[in-house]
């Protein structure tokens, strides 16, 4: 017999949620022990885990309700269908086994301060490993010029040290984006063929980490710009003074802006908020085309944007954020 805590764990399932499959019918009425505490039976064990994993492989209720009153009640036929989506099901519990002890690891691992077990490390490296692959591609005979990691040199138009050849994408190494590939790319190929003598502009690249919520940036940080000697001034907003955050009940993050308080021209922007992605592009036009903060300031910017929370933080230059209009106009 099983108190319902003890079965939670087994099945790696909170007791609200057993609870809940017990009322809606999915599971027998356990039995009630003196103290009046619910005790399950092993077999309960085995039909919970049947549950959860279809449950994670968007079983309706209703549908699992129908499998376990066929394999309670089933004919032969039926248990041959029941058998193969017990495959499906046991294949997708060992997944489920598998995740469930690599959380617990790393919340143990966080809670201790350890290091990470080394098939742990081994998954992050793999996965964030990137190198050109250059060897064996004759391109020294080419009078191509490498770098030390391997990476094709070009000049500021892309042109490799052979006049003939240029090079884009990640074999250079830096800016690794598909959108820098594609037009790193075009340029190249206008260059070499029509001699444009068009420059590489990464200055204002932006740059999205898919996280929740996102990290957006474009231009330099605060502390690039000031190594570049620029007279720096850094508006930060927090987005719970957007009122599209507000409304979207989702105030994470901030927005925090870099601009050179000479030239009085954004130099970087650096958002982390829901949708950052979204907000970041109307930053990285500005830092392109070198646009005066005053521009960006006398721009209409929709009301309940996210992207409104950039004129925000643009307003906020310099000034008391708590005495901001809602629509900052
Ligand atoms: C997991 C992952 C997720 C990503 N997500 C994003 C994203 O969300 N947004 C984004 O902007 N970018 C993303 N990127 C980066 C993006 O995929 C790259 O920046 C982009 O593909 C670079 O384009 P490329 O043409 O330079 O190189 P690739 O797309 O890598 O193309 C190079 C081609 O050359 C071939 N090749 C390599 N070596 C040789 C050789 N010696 N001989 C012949 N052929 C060779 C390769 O097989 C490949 O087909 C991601 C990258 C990874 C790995």
Do not use: W
């Not at 809940?20 to 356990?30: C, F, N, V």
């Not at 301060?113 to 990137?130: H, N, S, W, Y």
């Not at 409104?308 to 230059?317: I, P, R």
């Amino acid at each position: 017999m099983l108190r319902i805590g003890e079965m939670g764990e087994k099945v790696d399932l909170p007791a609200q949620t057993i609870r809940y499959y017990e009322r809606m019918g999915l599971l027998p009425k356990p039995e009630r022990a003196s103290n009046g505490y619910r005790l399950y039976q092993e077999p309960d064990v085995r039909r919970l885990r049947f549950i959860r994993s279809a449950r994670a492989l968007d079983f309706s209720l209703d549908d699992i309700q129908e499998i376990l009153d066929l394999r309670d009640h089933g004919t032969a036929p039926c248990r041959v269908v029941m058998g193969l989506m017990a495959r499906q099901i046991d294949a997708n519990d060992q997944r489920i086994r598998e995740l469930t002890r690599l959380r617990a690891e790393l919340t143990r691992l966080h809670k201790t301060g350890l290091r990470m077990p080394e098939d742990v490390q081994m998954k992050i490296l793999i996965a964030t490993g990137r190198r050109p692959n250059t060897e064996g591609l004759g391109l020294d005979e080419a009078g191509v010029e490498l770098g030390s990691r391997g990476q094709i040199l070009v000049d500021a138009g892309l042109r490799t040290s052979n006049p003939d050849a240029y090079a884009a994408g990640d074999v250079l190494d830096r800016d690794m984006f598909v959108y820098v590939a594609a037009h790193g790319g075009m340029l190249a190929v206008e260059n070499a063929l029509t001699g444009a003598g068009r420059k590489y502009d990464a200055g204002y690249i932006p740059r999205i980490t898919f996280t929740d919520p996102q990290i957006a940036s474009a231009g330099v940080t605060e502390a690039q710009a000031r190594q570049q000697g620029h007279e720096v001034e850094v508006s930060t907003l927090p987005m719970d003074v957007v009122p599209r955050a507000l409304v979207g009940r989702d105030t994470r993050g901030f927005i925090k802006l870099v601009v050179d308080g000479a030239a009085v021209r954004l130099l970087g922007a650096h958002i982390l908020a829901p949708e950052a992605g979204e907000i970041i592009q109307t930053a990285a036009l500005a830092i392109r085309f070198g646009l005066p903060v005053s521009e960006l300031r006398g721009t209409m910017f929709p009301y309940l944007t996210n992207s409104g929370g950039l004129k925000l933080a643009v307003v906020a230059l310099g000034k008391d954020i708590a005495m901001l209009s809602c629509c900052a106009g």
